[in-house]
Nanobody
Framework: QVQLVESGGGLVQPGGSLSLSCAAS????????MSWYRQAPGKQRELVAA???????NYADSVKGRFTISRDNSKNTVYLQMNGLKPEDTAVYYC?????????WGQGTQVTVSS
């Protein structure tokens, strides 16, 4: 059974930090590019960051220099370290695994940046 389970969301003040984790089933993690997406109220879901099997990363311009994506292949887990958080980072964050044309999604975790 394919599973992606996110954790680590919450409420943080502007300028603060949060770390998100996504534990994936081994059968998809070992094959997939892993990504974080987010969706704010009234907006489309957007790519935040991605990391390939080989460790190549890609970031949305809005988070470059503030967020870091990484993966631990021994733990089937992908992480998103978020620093310098801004109110506009408020959204539900989703973990995604992609293998060829197939995508799997986690249930999402809420991140709220507010004073």
């Amino acid at each position: 059974q394919v599973q992606l389970v996110e954790s680590g969301g919450g409420l943080v003040q502007p300028g603060g930090s949060l770390s998100l984790s996504c534990a994936a089933s081994r059968n998809i993690f070992r094959l997939s590019t892993m990504s974080w997406y987010r969706q704010a109220p009234g907006k489309q879901r957007e790519l935040v960051a991605a990391v390939t099997l080989g460790g190549v990363t890609n970031y949305a311009d809005s988070v470059k220099g503030r967020f870091t994506i990484s993966r631990d292949n021994s733990k089937n887990t992908v992480y998103l370290q978020m620093n310098g958080l801004k109110p506009e980072d408020t959204a539900v964050y989703y973990c995604n695994a992609q293998f060829t044309v197939t995508n799997w999604w986690g249930q999402g975790t809420q991140v709220t940046v507010s004073s």
